[in-house]
């Protein structure tokens, strides 16, 4: 074992666990100029979710992309990768510890390593792998995206480690590895090692393991992927036949009910069992019934239940609210037998399944509780780390944070905001690293094309299932290879994949290609990665152009591949006729402004403000109201029984007196321009109106949501009908009152998951269930009545639920079509329900009737906000995110972000998180001095405008000017490329770049022409 010792400065951050959560802190963090060392146990870096095909509610296989950006070429200087490494010690304090690392052999020199696969080929037995179904990997790459692009072996399984050696063409195989071992100083250190799965296979009665036709759903997943043992064809394990009924059982080892489950809910087994229903809905139709048996269907994310819905009226995915005891296969039977009962009988149903999917929840492994230990955290008693007060990814010891599903069970969204999170606070324990010395790596100059012929290469990625599994690769680029000017077409395989990408690099020198067309995924996600390999190639990045032939072509068309094949043909033609067009272009850079507007003094508001405000800059704090603190100042405390009143007047305090935060109160938005890093936003302030104009690079919106009051069951008409946030101040208040309740009626879902409100508020369930403890601490005789669809107490809330319930809380299940009747009689409330048990109405007379009625967007004002800072909102009008899964926090306009509720109901600490991600998310901007505007800004031509002011009208940011010369003039700069005013011009003397009039006309005749011929 050699000793190695990367560096004896602590100014960086040790992240352990390459999943999801530790790449997205890795980033943020080598994006914010901070060093990162990442590690992992694994071969490869990517984690769980990299498993995933696609996610939901957007069909999209963009988390492929992660893994890679580690080693882009603008973020490798900050990042060290060190798979297949082990943490064994940590010393020291926050901002000084010393950690043991430990690197097993690999027996793969990295360097020489190309990912060609000649091992696979020949010592196919050694090197299959398969996740979640086939676990011989002696040698293993786990997807073709991965991080490092590279093998390993496990010599102790392979015959013939001679003949293993010599098949390898670059020599890349070390049979003498011996790994490493050595001390690395850092100032903090993230802890995302994710989670393991729930194994069901000690439960006798599921069937799991003896009947191969009972699959997990990360199985099943595999079996639906590209990449999987079936290629992505829908087969049985045991007879290799297209199941025609898939049945889903959901908590499998979650919420307490089976042997050796956890009491805790996995937050992500609903969306993932929706998501597998709908896929196979999708792409086998009728020819695949699917079902899921349920407890609660918990949709509690951003438009979440709106996907719910199109389950069952768009895909005609069958829901059962049941719980089959077993699954059973009678002797000499094929089928899987279910008995189960439903809400609207008691009599026993018996079906038969050709598959049955177990969704199985979260659980910490093992090796989390080893890393744990060693860290020296405390651990709750599910093994999860104990987090101080309502910071969720600060852990016991301080300097060490944590994140994803080892804090909490919980869903991608909620994993990459909190990365973000942990990333902001282990920035604060580390400085940036002086670079003023460091010289980056030359590029190649660029290459002059003047006088030279078009040159095209057509590069066509499969994807595996997602276009090869509809379209023949092979033949397309033979069609789009015999086109004119192209002197290169072929299939790129996985394009973005390092192997793939460094052959296109390399066929691009050697063929002396000047032109480039991917034909492949989304410009959206991959257009950055494939403009830097045309840099590196020696050619101006702006001489690409994509067909989208994922998104566009077969996902689309995926049930027509004859046609999908044809359009896709069609987009890389129209994509080659404005290639032919492309010039090169040069970007222009500003300085970029450094400070911060937030908008909202909330808890959201108030602790982005101090984070960003803790790393030196400048911030403007805008509250529409006179005082700080939000909705939370009328919350006394959470369900956990944190101090929320004491929590938020301490915010207060520090924000009110931080030197670089200027807190501005009863203040109104008016107007805003400028650009990414160099924005202008004019406000309203205080009684008088006076007008106040800052500058600023980052807009961060933490407006907040307001609390509904639907004219629903006599709500605002009887003063003992309450919502559950006057409920809470009763029962702080007022506790005399209680001691006198007898019967006390609390209602579900009011005014949410409706037609008018069709998402889930959240935050409804979990309220409900505090205030019912809350009642019975202060008046242990009064009887509680919780009257609800589905109970949505997610991750920990579970076990608070389970709680209520053991101290009497009655719990009634009603449907969305026979809600409970309120009604006063004789100055007294009654509530008639619809009990589903006993199959008969229940009249209960109330002392009290609490509603749940969530969390509205403040439609108003949120409207006004979008237009002034021109931002789309969702239906149900709050702030819509850049990306839901990759971008959560992000707006689509850059510089802009979103935190706390007006994202989308949340937690406090939910807020709180979110509010620490934007701050981190915020910082990978302000690390830099200059910004990039990028080439597509306007141009005029001098000789053909007639300064007739059209495009200075129709400008919506007022850019253009009529200069000295008398012409129209566009300052770059100032230009948003929108092409408002290229589309206006009635000379046609201004072109948009990346956009020009030839190029789009060269693509509509070559689509043309195709349809012509």
């Given at each position: ?526 257009e950055a990665k494939f403009q830097d390999l045309l840099r590196r190639a020696g050619l101006n990045k702006y001489l690409l152009e994509f067909a989208n032939i994922r998104d566009q072509a077969t996902w689309v068309h995926s049930h027509q591949p004859e046609k999908a094949t044809k359009k896709a043909e069609e987009l890389i033609r129209m ?384 850019v253009p000017f009529i200069n000295a010369d008398g012409y129209s003039e566009i300052d770059p700069a100032r230009c948003h490329g929108c092409g408002v005013c290229a589309s206006e011009c009635p000379a046609k003397a201004i072109q948009l770049m990346q956009f020009e009039d030839d190029r789009i006309l060269s693509k509509l005749e070559q689509l043309f022409e195709e349809v012509e011929g």
């Amino acid at each position: 074992m050699q000793n190695t010792n990367l560096s004896q400065t602590s100014n960086r951050v040790l992240i352990v666990g390459g999943g999801l959560a530790g790449i997205r802190a890795a980033l943020d963090l080598a994006e914010a100029q901070k060093d990162v060392i990442l590690v992992d146990t694994a071969e490869n870096i990517g984690g769980l979710m990299t498993q995933l095909d696609r996610t939901f509610p957007t069909n999209n296989c963009d988390l492929c992309t992660l893994a890679p950006n580690l080693s882009e070429s603008g973020r490798q200087e900050h990042i060290t990768l060190m798979p297949m490494t082990t943490l064994r010690e940590v010393t020291g304090e926050q901002g000084d510890f010393i950690v043991t690392l430990e690197t097993a052999p690999r027996y793969i020199n990295l360097e020489r390593c190309t990912g060609c696969g000649e091992c696979f080929q020949a010592f196919p037995e050694c090197v299959r792998f398969t996740p979640g179904l086939d676990h011989r990997a002696p040698t293993c790459m786990r997807y073709p995206q991965a991080t490092p692009q590279a093998f390993s072996i496990d010599l102790a399984t392979c015959a013939d480690i001679e003949a293993l050696v010599k098949v390898c063409p670059a020599g890349a195989i070390v049979p003498d590895d011996i790994g490493s071992k050595g001390n690395v100083a850092c100032g903090a250190i993230v802890l995302a090692p994710g989670a393991s799965l729930f194994d069901p296979s000690g439960l006798d009665n599921l069937g799991y393991g003896e009947l191969p036709d009972v699959v997990t759903s990360l199985e099943y997943e595999r079996i639906l992927s590209a990449s999987g043992p079936t290629g992505g064809r829908l087969l049985r394990p045991s007879n290799g036949q297209p199941p025609k009924k898939v049945a889903w059982i959901q908590c499998i080892g979650s919420r307490g009910l089976q042997k050796g489950a956890a009491p805790y809910c996995s937050g992500a087994c609903c969306m993932f069992a929706l998501k597998e229903a709908i896929v196979t809905r999708e792409r086998f139709q009728e020819d695949t019934e699917t079902t899921i048996f349920y407890m609660d269907m918990r949709t509690f994310g951003k438009d979440y239940e709106l996907y719910y819905q199109r389950a069952k009226n768009e895909f005609g995915v069958r829901f059962i609210h049941s719980r089959p005891h077993s699954i059973l296969r009678p002797e000499g039977a094929e089928n899987l037998h279910l008995s189960y009962t439903t809400d609207d009988s008691p009599v026993l149903i018996n079906e038969d399944f050709d598959m049955v999917v177990l969704a199985t929840g979260f659980r910490i492994g093992e090796e989390a509780r080893q890393l744990a230990a060693v860290c020296g955290i405390e651990l709750n008693d599910d093994h999860f780390p104990i987090h101080t007060g309502l910071n969720q990814v600060a852990t016991s010891r301080p300097g060490i944070y944590v994140a994803g599903t080892f804090q909490a069970p919980k869903d991608i969204p909620e994993t990459m905001v909190q990365a973000s999170a942990a990333a902001c606070l282990a920035g604060h324990d580390v400085s940036s690293p002086d670079r003023e010395q460091e010289i980056p790596e030359p590029l190649p100059p660029e290459r002059h094309l003047v006088g030279e012929e078009p040159r095209v290469g057509i590069f066509v990625c499969d994807c595996g299932e997602n276009i090869g599994g509809v379209i023949d690769v092979e033949a397309l680029v033979a069609r789009v290879g015999a086109l004119p000017h192209v002197t290169v077409a072929q299939a790129a395989g996985h394009g973005c994949s390092r192997e793939s990408m460094e052959h296109i690099r390399a066929t691009i020198e050697q063929q002396g290609i000047n032109r480039v067309v991917i034909g492949g995924c989304s410009p959206r996600t991959h257009e950055a990665k494939f403009q830097d390999l045309l840099r590196r190639a020696g050619l101006n990045k702006y001489l690409l152009e994509f067909a989208n032939i994922r998104d566009q072509a077969t996902w689309v068309h995926s049930h027509q591949p004859e046609k999908a094949t044809k359009k896709a043909e069609e987009l890389i033609r129209m994509a080659l006729g404005a290639v032919l067009n492309a010039q090169p272009l040069a970007e222009h850079r500003l300085p970029i402004n450094k400070n911060v507007l937030v908008i909202g003094g909330g808890v959201s508001g108030m602790t982005a403000a101090l984070e960003l405000a803790e790393q030196g800059l400048k911030v403007y704090l805008v509250e529409r109201n006179a005082q700080l603190g939000g909705l939370a100042s009328r919350i006394h405390r959470t369900l956990e029984g944190d101090d929320v009143q004491g929590f938020v007047a301490d915010l207060v305090a520090r924000t009110s007196t931080h030197d670089n935060i200027d807190v501005i109160t009863s203040a109104i938005i008016v107007d805003h321009g400028g650009m990414p890093g160099l924005f202008k936003t004019g406000m309203q302030v205080g009684k008088q109106l006076f007008y106040r104009q800052i500058e600023h690079g980052i807009t961060i919106l933490a407006t907040g949501a307001m609390p509904h009051r639907p004219d629903l069951f006599l709500l605002g008409r009887h003063e003992d009908v309450k919502t559950q946030l006057e409920t809470q101040q009763l029962l702080e208040e007022r506790p005399e009152l209680v001691r006198d309740w007898e019967n006390v009626v609390m209602i579900q879902c009011v005014g949410s998951r409706t037609e008018d409100n069709p998402n889930c508020s959240r935050i409804c369930c979990q309220t409900a269930v505090k205030n019912a403890l809350r009642i019975l601490e202060i008046n242990p005789e009064a009887r509680v009545f919780v009257l609800y669809r589905d109970m949505r107490t997610y991750a920990f809330q579970e076990e608070y639920y389970q709680q209520a319930r053991a101290k009497g809380v009655i719990f009634v299940r009603y449907h969305q079509d026979r809600p409970p009747q309120v009604s006063e009689v004789g100055g007294k409330l009654e509530v008639v329900y619809q009990d589903i048990i006993l199959g008969r109405e229940v009249q209960v007379s109330t002392d009290c009737l609490c509603l749940s009625t969530g969390l509205i967007a403040e439609q108003d004002n949120t409207e006004e906000l979008a237009m002034i800072f021109k931002l789309p909102r969702t239906h149900d009008g709050y702030f819509l995110e850049d990306h839901i899964k990759l971008r959560p926090v992000d707006l689509p306009v850059p510089g802009f972000f979103v935190a706390g509720t007006a994202h989308a109901p949340k937690t406090i600490a939910e807020s709180l998180v979110q509010a620490r991600a934007v701050a981190a998310r915020a910082q990978t901007m302000l690390a830099s001095d200059y910004i990039s505007l990028g080439a597509a800004t306007a141009r005029v031509d001098s000789k053909l405008c007639a300064a007739c002011l059209i495009c200075v009208r129709a400008c919506p940011f007022g850019v253009p000017f009529i200069n000295a010369d008398g012409y129209s003039e566009i300052d770059p700069a100032r230009c948003h490329g929108c092409g408002v005013c290229a589309s206006e011009c009635p000379a046609k003397a201004i072109q948009l770049m990346q956009f020009e009039d030839d190029r789009i006309l060269s693509k509509l005749e070559q689509l043309f022409e195709e349809v012509e011929g």
